[in-house]
């Protein structure tokens, strides 16, 4: 691995979904690049996301109107949130960068920096697909948001006015009309938003292995291990080591690590508080019904969508950390909801999951470079949105590496937004 060419190789640490497109979309540009993870690509968060291109899902999780549903989610032991008591002391300080993204004034700021590169995912997406083969895997049918009655609906409005600010489309729907649209919906549920744009992946696993495949096809290289440490000089990175002794020389590294990223941020001086939101689903491979749409059902917090071969249910948000052993009782009450908007959903032939979607408490992810460390970048945070802005994140570290200006203010993205480093 230290041929005389090696040191013009990049290194992308982490084969998610994020990774991988990052990785291809270099490659495409000419520049060699080592994909590198310690598991078989794919199968971390991005082998368990909800396969949902949610353009419309970029509100801050800490915006005011959450702060009143929170008490009472939180002494809901089946609520949509859950904190594990013996975590709390090691959340309490992003707990406290949370509460200061929470101003009225900075959630204007992070609904922009969401809305920026969640209006232009289509089109970076639907070249990578279509340039990896991949376009069938994107489906045409959008996401339909439901609503029980007024109130629900009422609840909910705050988010239907911050797409139609940033131009985003939806049609409302009522009664019979929603239906006929999607027969599977029960009769319970009166209102509805369809949200077009809202489009699913057919299969997330095979989505990232075709892309690998791709990668592959074009002279990238696919290298598994655990990065303990990065080999520097004169400030800045000159090779990734890896736990079994390798040394991969490269004068290039990005780090796509989701939720793990902020222990490899600490090893080149970036501050990252990045927590995990564990989440939950229920693949369903004989559902007993077929859907065409995704429903997401805001009271509810749970979201279904047809993939995998299957159906899927999803959604609930723990804080409990890296480490904490799964709570499938939180998948269980999921289905049971999802069968509340569903009435003739059958639980047969399922399995189970949890993952860690990696959390910043401004919701807005790392994109850039690192501020400590020449020819590091950072790829990381997308919380919900890591399928859904793979394509965009993609171009926009591939044309800071290749010294282009990228189509977007980058300034709400950077790792020194934070305020201090590690060192």
């Known amino acids: 691995m230290t041929s005389g060419t090696e040191h013009r190789r990049i290194a992308v640490v982490g084969a ?18 080592t994909l590198i993870d310690r598991d078989e690509p794919g199968r971390g968060a991005s082998y ?12 801050p999780a800490s915006r005011p109107s959450m702060w009143a549903q929170l008490p009472g989610w939180l002494l809901d032991p089946q609520g949509p949130v859950r904190l594990r008591p013996t975590y709390l002391p090691k ?17 204007r700021e992070l ?8 209006q232009r995912v289509y089109e970076d997406l639907e070249p990578l697909l279509d340039e ?16 029980a009655d007024d109130a629900q609906f009422a609840a909910d409005r705050e988010h239907l006015q911050v797409i139609e600010r940033f131009g985003l489309p939806h049609r409302l729907l009522q009664g019979e009309a929603i239906q006929a649209l999607e ?42 291990g655990e990065v303990i440490a990065f080999g520097q000089c004169e400030g800045a990175v000159s090779s990734v080591r890896i736990a079994d002794g390798r040394h991969i020389e490269s004068g290039t590294v990005i780090l796509c690590c989701g939720a793990y990223t902020a222990r490899l941020s600490k090893l080149v001086g970036d501050f990252i508080p990045m927590e995990t939101e564990r989440g939950y689903h229920t693949q369903i491979m004989s559902p007993g019904i077929s859907m065409r749409h995704s429903i997401i059902w805001p009271a509810k917090a749970f979201m279904v969508t047809p993939t995998a071969g299957g159906i899927r249910v999803g959604g609930t948000v723990e804080m409990a950390g890296l480490e904490a052993p799964p709570d499938y009782r939180r998948a269980r009450v999921l289905v049971e909801r999802a069968k509340q908007a569903l009435p003739g959903l059958q639980v047969r032939d399922t399995s189970e999951w949890m993952g860690h979607r990696p959390a910043l408490p401004d919701t807005v992810p790392v994109i850039g470079p690192s501020a400590r460390v020449r020819g590091v970048y950072y790829a990381a945070g997308h919380g919900h949105l890591g399928l859904t802005l793979s394509a965009t994140t993609a171009r926009l570290i591939a044309d800071l590496v290749c010294g282009m200006t990228p189509p977007v203010d980058m300034s709400p993205y950077r790792v020194s937004r934070f305020g201090r480093t590690s060192r």
């Open 16 to 33: 998610g979904i994020v990774g991988v497109a990052v990785a291809l979309t270099l490659q495409r540009r000419g520049r060699p690049v």
């Open 48 to 59: 368990g996301n909800m396969a949902s291109i949610a353009v419309t899902e970029f509100m």
């Open 91 to 107: 959340l309490a300080p992003w707990f406290m960068r949370f509460v200061a993204a929470s101003r009225p004034s900075r959630v």
């Open 111 to 118: 609904e922009a920096a969401g809305a920026a590169l969640c």
């Open 132 to 147: 990896a083969g991949a376009a069938g895997l994107l489906g045409e049918e959008g996401c339909l948001s439901l609503y």
């Open 183 to 224: 027969p599977a919906i029960g009769s319970n549920i009166r209102r509805a938003v369809l949200l077009p744009h809202n489009r699913s992946i057919s299969d997330p696993l095979l989505l990232t292995q075709t892309l690998i495949k791709r990668f592959q096809s074009l002279g990238g290289r696919v290298e598994r």
